[in-house]
């Protein structure tokens, strides 16, 4: 019961952020990137980088919003 974790008992969180696992398995909140940038992912950790015409093969991520 002590590490249910509802909607209605998270802080607020701004407009576009991302809720993600950091390196030591805690929840902790992604930055909203800038215009014309994309999420990335290295393996290990998502970061934004600019958008370009190319896009590394295992380097973009596509996901889904579920509400």
Partial sequence: ????????KMDGLARGKIIYGDASGD???L???SANEV???????????????G?????AIA???IF
């Fill in 31 to 33: 930055a909203v990137g």
């Fill in 39 to 53: 999420l990335t992912h290295d393996g290990t950790d998502i970061s934004w980088a600019a958008a370009s015409s």
């Fill in 27 to 29: 929840p902790a909140a």
């Fill in 55 to 59: 896009v590394s093969a295992g380097k």
């Fill in 1 to 8: 019961g002590d590490n249910q974790v509802t909607l209605a």
């Fill in 63 to 65: 996901f889904s919003l």
